[in-house]
């Protein structure tokens, strides 16, 4: 049970640089540059 909620606990941490990357994308994209890779 402790590593479930480890787990669960950690999830933001890993979360976070993902959900900057799709938002770069997303106003990239909106600006009217296409972007084909997205690093992070």
């Given at each position: 049970?402790?590593?479930?909620t480890s787990w669960m606990g950690n999830i933001p941490e890993?979360?976070?640089?993902f959900a900057l990357a799709a938002l770069g994308?997303?106003?990239?994209?909106?600006?009217g540059v296409l972007a084909?890779?997205?690093?992070?």
């Open positions: 049970m402790d590593l479930i890993f979360a976070v640089p994308l997303i106003i990239t994209e909106k600006s084909l890779g997205a690093e992070g």
